[in-house]
């Protein structure tokens, strides 16, 4: 018995908890916001073409009565990584500044969320182009570590699979700042 109450206790501290989720959607994107992690266990949407009429809006918010976590964020090291990036959401300003709420962000190291990750955004918009649209669901597994006062959850990896044409394909890169030794490619997983 001892046995199985540790290997649930070790199972609870390393994989998203279901029941703690928050299903928080918007027009853009739906996000399963989990409370005991204090960043969305996943986010979920749809990319199309579009043309940008809204400019980049550089404040993270919280709606809902969420913690604002940008405490958290600051001098930590991390960035605050959008899982639906806010180059896909501005179409129109609301989507876009929608984007920027804390239930669709979670803790990057800057050469993932800025180099390896970004170019994986971008290869995602090209499929748009080309195919019409892309399913997307981004999500991340393992725990490297809590991050400031409120003790939010650092992924060990980012998790991103689309869908599109008929086509699945994954990504799991490490959230590390040695993750763009290598391009976005070789984290596809089979």
Not at 40 to 54: E, F, G, N, T, W
Not at 67 to 86: F, I, K, M, V, W
Not at 107 to 120: I, M
Request: glycine share 6%; aromatic share 14%.
């Amino acid at each position: 018995m001892k046995k199985l109450l540790y290997a649930l206790i070790l199972l609870a501290s390393c994989e998203p908890s279901l029941a703690q989720q928050t299903v928080i959607t918007y027009p853009g994107y739906t996000s399963y916001w989990n409370s005991t992690t204090l960043i969305p266990d996943s986010v979920i949407y749809i990319v199309k073409p579009h043309k940008k009429v809204a400019a980049r809006s550089a404040k993270f918010h919280n709606t809902g009565g969420r913690l604002n976590e940008n405490r958290d964020y600051a001098h930590s090291g991390y960035d605050q990584g959008h899982l639906c990036n806010a180059s896909d959401e501005n179409g129109n300003a609301v989507d876009e500044f929608n984007s920027f709420d804390q239930c669709n962000i979670y803790p990057q190291r800057p050469n993932c969320n800025r180099l390896t990750w970004l170019a994986l955004e971008n290869y995602v918009r090209q499929l748009a182009v080309k195919y019409g649209s892309v399913k997307v669901k981004v999500y991340w597994h393992n725990i490297a570590g809590y991050m400031g006062i409120d003790k939010v959850v650092i992924p060990a990896y980012c998790d991103k699979e689309i869908w599109y044409n008929g086509i699945h394909e994954k990504y799991i890169m490490p959230n590390t700042d040695t993750v763009n030794r290598h391009l976005f490619t070789y984290y596809f997983k089979k």
